[in-house]
C-alpha cells in the first residue's frame, strides 16, 4: 500500500448523535462492557479466595478465558460472512448471560469448584470469540459510510475506557459487598441488557450475496488469512497487535498477583487502582478523533503505541511508601491505557477502512485469533512466570520485552500513513 493522502475539503457526514439503532447499540455494548470488567476482576478473584488458587492455576484460568480465540475465531469468521450477524450476536449474549448467572447459583449450593470454574470461563469465551467476530463486521451496517468510521471507533473507544474506568471499582465493591462468586451476577444482567437494545435495533441488515462457486470452508480461512497478511498495513497491525496484547494481559495478570500478595491490596484498593488510571483511556479515546484531524495519522498511532509498551516500566521502577508505589502503579496504567484509548480507534478505523464488507467477519476473525491469542499466551506466560521468578521478577522480565516492541512499531508501515483510505479495496478472489 502506497502512503495515503489526507483528503481535502470533503463534507462534514452526519453525527452518529441522530442514527438512533447506533446508539442503542452503543449502549447495550458500554453496559456489557462493564460487566465484562467486572467478570475480569472477579472470576481471578474467585479463584484466589474461593479456592486459593496457585500463580499457576490463575495463569491457566486467564489462558482459558481467551485461548478459544486461538481455535474458533477464524472458522467463525467464515460463518459470520455468510449470516446475518445480529441474530448471531443475540446468541451468543444470551449464552454469555445464562453461564455466569450459573456461577452464584452453583457457589450457593455449594457445588461450585475449581474445574467447574474454569470450564464455565472456557465457555464464556467461546461465546466471546462468537460476538466479538461479529459486532464489529455489524458496526459498518449501522453507520452507512466510511466517513463515519472514525466517529463510530472513537464512541466504543470511549465505551471501552469509560467501563474500564467504572468496571474495575465496581467490581472491587461487589465483591467486598457481595463476595467475588456473586458479583458476577452484574455482568449477567449487563448481557441481558444488550440483548434488549440488539432487539430493538431496526435498520435492516442486507443478507449476505450468495456465493457465485461452491463454498469451501479451508478456502475462505486461506482467503481471511491472505487479505490480512496480504496487505502490509494490515499484516503490521495484526502482529504488533498480537504483541500488545501478550504485553498488556500478561503485566494485569502478573499485578493482580503483586499486588494481592507481595503488596497486600485488598479487592477495593485493587478495583480503584486500575479504576483511576483508566481515566487514561477515556481521555484517550474522546481525543482521538480531534487528534487524527490535525495530525498525520502515522505519527499518531507510532506515539499512542509507544505510551501503551512503554507504560509498564513504571510498575516495576515503583518503590517506597506504600502511597508513592500505588500512584506509580496508577501513572503505569494511565499511560498504558492513554496510548489505546488513542490507538484503538486509529487500528478499528484503518482495519474497516482497508476491508470490503464480504470480507469483514473473516478480517476481524484473523485480528481477534492474534491479539486474543496473544493474550491468552499472555495470560498463561504470567502464572508460569510468576510461579518461578515471582510477580515483581515476572514484571520485570515482561515490561523489558514489551519495551522491545517498539522496535517493529518504528519500522512498521502504518506509522508513515497520512490518512485513512477513503474506500476499500475490491477483495481479491483466489
Known amino acids: 500500500m502506497t502512503a495515503l493522502q489526507a483528503p481535502t475539503a470533503e463534507a462534514t457526514p452526519e453525527s452518529l448523535w441522530r442514527n438512533g439503532d447506533f446508539l442503542r447499540f452503543w449502549l447495550g455494548e458500554t453496559l456489557s462492557l462493564l460487566g465484562t470488567q467486572v467478570t475480569n476482576l472477579a472470576l481471578p478473584l474467585t479463584a484466589i479466595t474461593a479456592f486459593d488458587a496457585t500463580d499457576e492455576q490463575v495463569g491457566v484460568l486467564r489462558f482459558l478465558q481467551l485461548v478459544p480465540y486461538l481455535g474458533l475465531a477464524l472458522i467463525f469468521g467464515v460463518w459470520v460472512d455468510r449470516a446475518r450477524r445480529r441474530r448471531i450476536m443475540l446468541g451468543a449474549n444470551l449464552v454469555r448471560m445464562v453461564l455466569l448467572a450459573l456461577v452464584p447459583v452453583l457457589y450457593w449450593t455449594d457445588a461450585l469448584g475449581m474445574v467447574s470454574l474454569l470450564l464455565i470461563a472456557c465457555a464464556v469465551g467461546v461465546a466471546s470469540v462468537l460476538f466479538d467476530v461479529s459486532w464489529m463486521s455489524y458496526v459498518p451496517t449501522l453507520v452507512r459510510g466510511p466517513e463515519r468510521y472514525v466517529e463510530a471507533g472513537a464512541k466504543m473507544g470511549m465505551s471501552s475506557s469509560a467501563a474500564e474506568v467504572a468496571g474495575p471499582g465496581l467490581a472491587g465493591v461487589l465483591v467486598g459487598a457481595l463476595t467475588a462468586p456473586v458479583a458476577l451476577i452484574a455482568d449477567a444482567f449487563s448481557y441481558l441488557a444488550s440483548v434488549v437494545s440488539l432487539l430493538l435495533i431496526r435498520t435492516p441488515e442486507p443478507r449476505p450475496e450468495p456465493a457465485t462457486v461452491k463454498r469451501h470452508v479451508p478456502t475462505e480461512l486461506r482467503d481471511g488469512l491472505r487479505w490480512v497478511l496480504g496487505n502490509p498495513v494490515l499484516r503490521s497491525l495484526a502482529l504488533i497487535g498480537f504483541c500488545c496484547n501478550f504485553s498488556m494481559v500478561t503485566v494485569w495478570t502478573m499485578f493482580l498477583l503483586y499486588g494481592t500478595r507481595d503488596v497486600h491490596l485488598g479487592s477495593t484498593a485493587l478495583g480503584g487502582v486500575l479504576a483511576t488510571a483508566s481515566v487514561g483511556g477515556l481521555i484517550g479515546a474522546a481525543i482521538s478523533r480531534r487528534v487524527i484531524r490535525r495530525f498525520r495519522l502515522g505519527p499518531v498511532y507510532l506515539v499512542a503505541q509507544s505510551a501503551l509498551l512503554l507504560g509498564p516500566l513504571l510498575i516495576v521502577l515503583a ?43 473473516r478480517m476481524t476473525a484473523v485480528f481477534r485469533t492474534l491479539l486474543f491469542g496473544g493474550g491468552a499466551l499472555g495470560g498463561l506466560s504470567a502464572g508460569l512466570l510468576s510461579g518461578r521468578l515471582g510477580a515483581h521478577g515476572a514484571l520485570t522480565v515482561a515490561a523489558i520485552g514489551s519495551a522491545g516492541v517498539l522496535i517493529a512499531l518504528v519500522l512498521s508501515p502504518v506509522s508513515r500513513l497520512a490518512a485513512l483510505p477513503t474506500e476499500p479495496p475490491a477483495e481479491r478472489r483466489s
Open 319 to 361: 518503590t517506597g511508601p506504600r502511597p508513592v508505589m500505588v500512584g506509580m502503579f496508577v501513572l503505569s496504567f494511565f499511560t498504558s491505557y492513554l496510548g489505546l484509548g488513542v490507538a484503538g480507534v486509529v487500528i478499528v478505523s484503518l482495519r474497516q477502512a482497508s476491508t470490503p464488507q464480504s470480507m469483514m467477519g
